[in-house]
């Protein structure tokens, strides 16, 4: 079973960038969809961003194509999300997940994620 922490979590203001960070351990990296799932306050889940085992195939959610970008290095066995042009509506807890599956990274589905960090909240200020 894999292991996740995430960092790089914070307060911006809108329109400002952050980067998250999720470092994994305990089982072999490159063997996994990783994903970027978001939970806001009243909300349904939301799967912001998944990559395919070999980074080459990302996917987005509609609410952050063009402001978000996952990219993962296996030799660093860690996963990014580079957020750009932030929203007030973006503060929530951002939790890196993993899972092995088949199916094609963008049909992924954030109940396919078996595994989970403790999340990394993000704030941003309007």
């Known amino acids: 079973q894999v292991q996740l922490v995430e960092s790089g979590g914070g307060l911006v203001q809108a329109g400002g960038s952050l980067r998250l960070s999720c470092a994994a351990s305990?089982?072999?990296?490159?063997?996994?969809?990783m994903g970027w799932i978001r939970q806001a306050p009243g909300k349904e889940r939301e799967l912001v961003a998944a990559?395919?085992?070999?980074?080459?195939?990302?996917s987005y959610a509609d609410s952050v194509k063009g402001r978000f970008k996952i990219s993962r290095d296996n030799a660093k066995n860690t996963v990014y999300l580079e957020m750009t042009s932030l929203k007030p509506e973006d503060t929530t807890v951002y939790y890196c997940?993993?899972?092995?599956?088949?199916?094609?990274?963008?049909?992924?589905?954030?109940?396919?994620?078996?595994?989970w960090g403790k999340g990394t909240q993000v704030t941003v200020s309007s």
């Open positions: 997940a993993a899972t092995i599956t088949t199916s094609v990274v963008t049909t992924v589905t954030e109940n396919q994620f078996r595994s």
């Open positions: 305990g089982g072999t990296f490159s063997d996994y969809v």
């Open positions: 990559i395919s085992r070999t980074g080459v195939t990302p």
